[in-house]
């Protein structure tokens, strides 16, 4: 047998959707069938005469039989029309079922949102966008977990978010990220302490050997901090979230280093005064993260979408 024989023959192999037609071409076919008409069926899926005459050409091109009559009077299915008919039939009905089931598949999807923040954002900015994305999905319910960067990196990865947000130096391992917005740390004190009284900005090394308020270990603030100094003195207090650490500061009870987002309200009522350091950068960027190749979806990736409003 020649190579033409084993390309062109009965046997012929190959991707079947080039073998089998199309769904509008069947669809097609199912209102001709229903209709008796051709005019009428290119008239009920939207398409011209013209058009519908080109893909029943096409659809008997591709399976080398010739499907429908044309005459004056209106188009009949020849008998190998019919027969195609009713394997079309199973088909169309097999892609309703297939596409009811997808829609199911979106709506539990859309149904719910899981959202892991680090501390910072989730006390600052996640309110705000939570409010925004409930005006867009009312019926979309949120379960909202805070915890610092590292403990946001394992809800991920565990499957137990849908979306997450960071303020750490850099992306965990295993996920994909997106900057959204800029922040500043600051370190403040209360009015009377003698740091609030100096003239002079502080030394990056003064501040790294002195005991500080701070967040725990896997905290953004904290890996900012540490990398900005080359290392930080033993903390005065340890506490695991932006609102305790400040509260303690206001308090009187040492330095804090904290989120410009945080301490807005307390500077401007004096609660706390900020402590200029010179010879740090002490910049960091928030960020949106996702499992490595699991692009956000959804409503998660609508909730991404108004943090860089």
Do not use: C
């Not at 199912?30 to 290119?42: F, K, P, Q």
């Not at 999905?137 to 978010?161: I, K, Y």
């Not at 740390?185 to 003698?194: D, E, F, K, Q, S």
């Not at 002490?282 to 979408?305: F, K, Q």
Request: overall charge neutral.
């Amino acid at each position: 047998m020649s190579n033409a024989d084993e390309q062109d023959g009965p046997g012929i192999t190959g991707p079947l959707a080039h073998r089998v037609p199309d769904l509008g071409a069947l669809e097609l076919l199912l209102a001709v069938a229903r209709l008796g008409s051709l005019g009428g069926a290119a008239r009920e899926l939207g398409i011209t005469q013209p058009a519908a005459s080109s893909r029943i050409r096409s659809m008997e091109r591709q399976l080398g039989v010739a499907l429908v009559d044309r005459s004056p009077r209106g188009s009949r299915l020849t008998d190998a029309g019919a027969l195609v008919t009713d394997w079309a039939r199973r088909i169309v009905e097999a892609a309703e079922a297939f596409d009811a089931g997808a829609q199911a598949l979106r709506v539990r999807r859309d149904s719910r949102l899981r959202v892991a923040a680090s501390m910072t954002i989730a006390e600052y900015l996640l309110p705000g966008w939570l409010l925004a994305l409930r005006a867009q999905r009312p019926d979309t319910a949120v379960s909202p977990h805070a915890g610092n960067s590292t403990a946001v990196a394992e809800r991920l990865l565990a499957d137990e978010a849908d979306l997450g947000f960071v303020e750490g130096l850099s992306v965990p391992p295993g996920l994909d990220s997106a900057v959204i917005a800029h922040d500043r740390l600051i370190v403040v004190t209360a009015p009377g302490h003698a740091w609030a009284r100096r003239r002079r900005s502080l030394a990056a090394g003064e501040l790294a050997s002195t005991p500080l308020i701070l967040r725990e270990k896997g905290s953004g603030t904290r890996q900012v901090l540490d990398a900005a100094l080359g290392g930080l003195a033993r903390p005065l207090i340890e506490l695991s979230s932006t609102t305790a650490v400040k509260a303690a500061a206001v308090s009187g009870a040492g330095p804090a280093v904290l989120s410009e987002l945080a301490v807005g309200e307390e500077l401007a009522m004096r609660r706390l005064v900020p402590v200029p350091v010179e010879g740090v950068a002490l910049a960091r960027d928030l960020r949106a993260v996702w499992p490595t190749g699991h692009r956000p979806t959804g409503p998660a990736r609508d909730l991404l979408s108004l943090t860089r409003g």
